[in-house]
Protein backbone atom coordinates (compact mmCIF):
# COMPACT_ATOMS: atom_id res chain seq x y z
CA UNK A 1 0.00 0.00 0.00
CA UNK A 2 1.13 3.70 -0.67
CA UNK A 3 2.36 6.19 2.40
CA UNK A 4 1.49 8.86 0.70
CA UNK A 5 -1.35 9.48 -2.13
CA UNK A 6 -1.89 12.31 -4.23
CA UNK A 7 -4.81 12.36 -6.38
CA UNK A 8 -6.07 15.13 -9.04
CA UNK A 9 -5.02 17.62 -6.42
CA UNK A 10 -6.25 21.28 -7.74
CA UNK A 11 -5.30 24.43 -6.01
CA UNK A 12 -6.20 28.20 -7.04
CA UNK A 13 -5.51 31.30 -5.27
CA UNK A 14 -8.21 33.64 -6.37
CA UNK A 15 -8.60 33.12 -10.03
CA UNK A 16 -4.96 32.22 -10.39
CA UNK A 17 -4.51 27.91 -10.93
CA UNK A 18 -1.44 26.99 -9.24
CA UNK A 19 -2.28 23.55 -9.01
CA UNK A 20 -3.85 21.94 -12.07
CA UNK A 21 -4.25 18.36 -10.94
CA UNK A 22 -1.31 16.54 -9.58
CA UNK A 23 -1.44 12.69 -9.39
CA UNK A 24 1.54 10.89 -7.45
CA UNK A 25 2.01 8.28 -4.97
CA UNK A 26 4.83 6.82 -2.46
CA UNK A 27 5.77 3.79 -1.31
CA UNK A 28 7.37 3.62 2.07
CA UNK A 29 10.93 4.73 1.76
CA UNK A 30 10.85 6.16 -0.73
CA UNK A 31 12.72 9.02 -1.70
CA UNK A 32 11.01 11.40 -4.12
CA UNK A 33 12.91 14.79 -5.23
CA UNK A 34 10.32 17.41 -6.90
CA UNK A 35 12.28 19.88 -9.08
CA UNK A 36 10.74 22.70 -11.75
CA UNK A 37 11.06 26.13 -12.04
CA UNK A 38 10.44 29.20 -9.56
CA UNK A 39 6.78 29.39 -9.55
CA UNK A 40 5.91 26.12 -11.16
CA UNK A 41 4.15 25.25 -7.73
CA UNK A 42 6.18 23.32 -5.58
CA UNK A 43 6.14 25.06 -2.34
CA UNK A 44 2.31 25.12 -3.16
CA UNK A 45 2.04 21.32 -3.81
CA UNK A 46 3.83 20.77 -0.27
CA UNK A 47 1.62 22.93 1.50
CA UNK A 48 -0.89 21.12 0.37
CA UNK A 49 0.12 17.89 1.32
CA UNK A 50 0.77 19.23 4.95
CA UNK A 51 -2.49 21.10 5.52
CA UNK A 52 -0.88 24.42 5.57
CA UNK A 53 -3.22 25.59 2.46
CA UNK A 54 -6.18 23.78 2.41
CA UNK A 55 -6.32 22.54 -1.17
CA UNK A 56 -9.46 23.70 -3.50
CA UNK A 57 -10.05 20.15 -4.79
CA UNK A 58 -8.61 16.69 -4.83
CA UNK A 59 -7.72 13.97 -2.39
CA UNK A 60 -4.82 12.68 -0.20
CA UNK A 61 -4.21 9.72 1.80
CA UNK A 62 -1.50 9.29 3.99
CA UNK A 63 -1.00 5.47 5.10
CA UNK A 64 -4.06 4.87 3.83
CA UNK A 65 -6.10 7.43 5.53
CA UNK A 66 -7.84 10.35 3.61
CA UNK A 67 -6.45 13.37 5.30
CA UNK A 68 -8.47 15.21 2.75
CA UNK A 69 -10.97 14.24 0.27
CA UNK A 70 -13.22 17.56 -1.29
CA UNK A 71 -15.72 14.84 -2.58
CA UNK A 72 -16.37 13.59 1.03
CA UNK A 73 -15.69 17.13 2.75
CA UNK A 74 -12.57 15.46 4.50
CA UNK A 75 -9.71 18.22 6.12
CA UNK A 76 -11.96 20.61 6.05
CA UNK A 77 -12.60 21.15 9.91
CA UNK A 78 -10.26 21.49 13.18
CA UNK A 79 -9.90 18.18 14.39
CA UNK A 80 -9.67 16.64 10.77
CA UNK A 81 -6.95 19.24 10.21
CA UNK A 82 -4.74 17.87 13.08
CA UNK A 83 -5.05 14.65 12.33
CA UNK A 84 -3.54 14.88 8.52
CA UNK A 85 -1.00 17.44 9.98
CA UNK A 86 0.82 15.16 12.54
CA UNK A 87 1.46 12.48 9.97
CA UNK A 88 3.54 14.91 8.04
CA UNK A 89 6.68 16.71 9.14
CA UNK A 90 7.89 19.83 7.19
CA UNK A 91 11.23 21.62 7.02
CA UNK A 92 11.27 25.20 5.99
CA UNK A 93 13.88 26.94 3.63
CA UNK A 94 14.17 29.08 6.48
CA UNK A 95 14.42 27.14 10.06
CA UNK A 96 11.93 28.33 12.08
CA UNK A 97 13.03 27.90 15.04
CA UNK A 98 11.93 29.18 18.84
CA UNK A 99 14.74 31.39 19.22
CA UNK A 100 13.87 31.67 22.95
CA UNK A 101 14.29 27.62 23.16
CA UNK A 102 17.44 25.81 23.33
CA UNK A 103 18.07 23.19 20.36
CA UNK A 104 17.12 20.34 22.78
CA UNK A 105 14.09 22.65 24.00
CA UNK A 106 12.99 23.15 20.33
CA UNK A 107 12.93 19.02 19.66
CA UNK A 108 10.91 18.52 22.69
CA UNK A 109 8.24 21.01 22.57
CA UNK A 110 5.82 19.44 19.94
CA UNK A 111 5.74 16.03 22.02
CA UNK A 112 5.66 17.61 25.56
CA UNK A 113 2.58 19.17 23.86
CA UNK A 114 1.18 16.28 22.37
CA UNK A 115 1.84 14.41 25.50
CA UNK A 116 -0.55 16.47 27.59
CA UNK A 117 -3.18 14.59 25.47
CA UNK A 118 -2.38 11.20 26.81
CA UNK A 119 -4.84 9.84 29.21
CA UNK A 120 -2.13 8.54 31.17
CA UNK A 121 -0.20 11.62 31.32
CA UNK A 122 -1.19 13.08 34.81
CA UNK A 123 -0.05 9.51 36.19
CA UNK A 124 2.75 9.07 34.22
CA UNK A 125 4.44 12.50 33.79
CA UNK A 126 7.93 12.05 35.19
CA UNK A 127 8.40 8.61 32.39
CA UNK A 128 6.63 10.35 29.48
CA UNK A 129 8.77 13.42 29.98
CA UNK A 130 12.27 11.78 30.42
CA UNK A 131 11.10 9.57 27.27
CA UNK A 132 10.75 12.39 25.19
CA UNK A 133 13.76 14.06 26.59
CA UNK A 134 16.38 10.61 25.52
CA UNK A 135 14.39 10.65 22.02
CA UNK A 136 15.24 14.11 21.75
CA UNK A 137 18.75 13.59 22.22
CA UNK A 138 18.96 10.87 20.37
CA UNK A 139 17.47 12.59 17.68
CA UNK A 140 19.91 15.12 17.61
CA UNK A 141 22.50 12.81 17.97
CA UNK A 142 21.72 11.29 14.63
CA UNK A 143 21.95 14.63 13.36
CA UNK A 144 25.50 15.51 14.40
CA UNK A 145 24.15 17.57 17.22
CA UNK A 146 25.25 16.09 20.69
CA UNK A 147 27.47 18.88 21.72
CA UNK A 148 25.11 22.04 20.81
CA UNK A 149 21.79 20.49 22.46
CA UNK A 150 22.14 23.96 25.34
CA UNK A 151 22.64 25.81 22.64
CA UNK A 152 20.41 28.76 21.84
CA UNK A 153 19.43 29.48 17.64
CA UNK A 154 21.47 32.51 17.82
CA UNK A 155 24.33 30.52 18.58
CA UNK A 156 24.10 28.32 15.99
CA UNK A 157 25.07 28.11 12.51
CA UNK A 158 22.63 28.70 9.66
CA UNK A 159 23.16 24.58 8.94
CA UNK A 160 23.15 23.40 12.70
CA UNK A 161 19.90 25.45 12.77
CA UNK A 162 18.75 23.43 10.26
CA UNK A 163 20.13 19.63 11.57
CA UNK A 164 17.73 20.84 14.49
CA UNK A 165 14.69 21.79 12.67
CA UNK A 166 15.04 18.31 11.20
CA UNK A 167 15.34 16.65 14.41
CA UNK A 168 12.03 18.63 15.70
CA UNK A 169 10.27 17.33 12.63
CA UNK A 170 11.60 13.55 13.27
CA UNK A 171 10.34 14.38 16.37
CA UNK A 172 6.75 13.52 15.93
CA UNK A 173 7.47 10.17 13.78
CA UNK A 174 6.21 11.41 11.11
CA UNK A 175 4.77 9.05 7.97
CA UNK A 176 6.17 11.19 5.62
CA UNK A 177 8.64 14.10 6.02
CA UNK A 178 8.93 16.98 4.14
CA UNK A 179 11.71 19.35 3.01
CA UNK A 180 11.42 22.95 1.33
CA UNK A 181 14.97 23.92 -0.34
CA UNK A 182 16.19 22.90 2.98
CA UNK A 183 19.76 24.01 1.90
CA UNK A 184 18.70 27.77 -0.01
CA UNK A 185 19.67 29.55 2.51
CA UNK A 186 23.19 28.35 3.12
CA UNK A 187 26.50 28.82 1.57
CA UNK A 188 28.06 25.68 0.10
CA UNK A 189 29.93 24.35 3.25
CA UNK A 190 26.65 24.33 5.27
CA UNK A 191 24.92 22.81 2.28
CA UNK A 192 26.73 19.91 2.35
CA UNK A 193 26.45 19.56 6.44
CA UNK A 194 22.60 19.09 6.05
CA UNK A 195 22.93 17.38 2.66
CA UNK A 196 24.39 14.81 4.40
CA UNK A 197 22.28 14.53 7.35
CA UNK A 198 19.30 14.33 4.95
CA UNK A 199 21.40 11.69 2.89
CA UNK A 200 21.69 9.36 6.05
CA UNK A 201 17.90 9.45 6.75
CA UNK A 202 17.64 8.73 3.05
CA UNK A 203 19.44 5.34 4.21
CA UNK A 204 16.91 4.50 6.67
CA UNK A 205 13.39 3.84 5.94
CA UNK A 206 12.27 7.45 6.08
CA UNK A 207 10.26 8.07 3.16
CA UNK A 208 10.99 11.83 1.98
CA UNK A 209 9.52 14.37 -0.32
CA UNK A 210 12.59 17.06 -1.28
CA UNK A 211 11.75 20.28 -3.16
CA UNK A 212 15.30 21.11 -4.02
CA UNK A 213 17.46 23.33 -7.18
CA UNK A 214 20.60 20.60 -6.06
CA UNK A 215 20.11 18.77 -9.44
CA UNK A 216 23.40 16.29 -8.71
CA UNK A 217 22.45 15.78 -4.97
CA UNK A 218 18.38 15.33 -6.45
CA UNK A 219 20.01 12.86 -8.86
CA UNK A 220 22.54 10.90 -6.42
CA UNK A 221 19.71 10.63 -3.33
CA UNK A 222 16.51 9.98 -5.33
CA UNK A 223 14.96 6.79 -6.23
CA UNK A 224 12.45 9.37 -7.82
CA UNK A 225 11.94 12.68 -9.22
CA UNK A 226 9.27 14.54 -10.25
CA UNK A 227 9.52 17.63 -12.50
CA UNK A 228 6.59 20.46 -12.17
CA UNK A 229 6.11 22.80 -14.73
CA UNK A 230 2.74 25.40 -14.39
CA UNK A 231 0.83 23.72 -11.51
CA UNK A 232 1.41 20.04 -13.77
CA UNK A 233 3.84 17.34 -13.33
CA UNK A 234 5.83 17.24 -16.71
CA UNK A 235 7.74 14.04 -15.68
CA UNK A 236 8.00 11.24 -13.19
CA UNK A 237 10.36 8.64 -13.36
CA UNK A 238 14.37 7.48 -11.91
CA UNK A 239 16.68 10.13 -11.72
CA UNK A 240 18.17 8.84 -15.02
CA UNK A 241 15.00 8.34 -16.82
CA UNK A 242 14.22 12.03 -16.22
CA UNK A 243 17.34 13.80 -16.49
CA UNK A 244 17.69 12.04 -19.47
CA UNK A 245 14.23 12.13 -20.77
CA UNK A 246 13.56 14.72 -23.57
CA UNK A 247 10.65 16.50 -22.32
CA UNK A 248 11.04 20.24 -23.67
CA UNK A 249 10.16 22.25 -20.73
CA UNK A 250 12.53 19.78 -18.98
CA UNK A 251 15.44 20.60 -21.44
CA UNK A 252 14.86 24.10 -20.93
CA UNK A 253 14.60 24.47 -17.07
CA UNK A 254 17.73 22.39 -16.55
CA UNK A 255 19.43 24.53 -19.52
CA UNK A 256 18.71 27.87 -17.19
CA UNK A 257 20.02 26.26 -14.61
CA UNK A 258 23.52 25.16 -16.24
CA UNK A 259 23.16 28.67 -18.13
N1 LIG B 1 -0.80 32.66 -0.90
C1 LIG B 1 -0.75 32.89 -2.22
N2 LIG B 1 -1.57 33.75 -2.81
C2 LIG B 1 -1.55 33.98 -4.14
N3 LIG B 1 -0.69 33.37 -4.98
C3 LIG B 1 0.15 32.49 -4.46
C4 LIG B 1 0.20 32.20 -3.06
N4 LIG B 1 1.16 31.26 -2.84
C5 LIG B 1 1.70 31.01 -4.04
N5 LIG B 1 1.11 31.73 -5.03
C6 LIG B 1 1.44 31.70 -6.45
O1 LIG B 1 1.51 30.36 -6.84
C7 LIG B 1 2.54 30.17 -7.81
C8 LIG B 1 3.45 29.04 -7.37
O2 LIG B 1 4.14 29.42 -6.20
P1 LIG B 1 5.06 28.42 -5.40
O3 LIG B 1 5.58 29.15 -4.24
O4 LIG B 1 4.30 27.17 -5.17
O5 LIG B 1 6.22 28.15 -6.47
P2 LIG B 1 7.57 27.36 -6.32
O6 LIG B 1 7.59 26.33 -7.40
O7 LIG B 1 7.73 26.89 -4.93
O8 LIG B 1 8.68 28.46 -6.65
P3 LIG B 1 10.16 28.71 -6.04
O9 LIG B 1 11.07 27.75 -6.75
O10 LIG B 1 10.45 30.13 -6.40
O11 LIG B 1 10.10 28.50 -4.56
C9 LIG B 1 3.24 31.51 -7.94
O12 LIG B 1 2.80 32.12 -9.11
C10 LIG B 1 2.81 32.26 -6.71
O13 LIG B 1 2.75 33.63 -6.95
MG1 LIG C 1 9.09 27.29 -3.40
Same mark, same amino acid.
Given at each position: ?130 ? +???? =??? *?? /??? !??? #? ?6 ? &? ?68 ? +???? =??? *?? /??? !??? #? ?6 ? &? ?11
Amino acid at each position: MAILEVNNLYKSFGKTEVLRGIDFSMEKGEVLSIIGASGSGKTTLLRCINALEIPTSGKILIDGDAVYDSSANTGKSKSDQRRWQLACGLVFQSYNLFPQYSALDNVMLAPKLLAKERPDYKANKKQIIEE +IHSH =ALS *LL /ERV !GLS #DKTGNYPC &ELSGGQQQRVAIARALALSPKVLFFDEPTSALDPQLTQEVLRVIRELAETEMTMVIVTHEMKFAHDVSDR +IIFM =ADG *LI /EAD !GTP #DAVFGGDN &EKLRTFLGNIEG
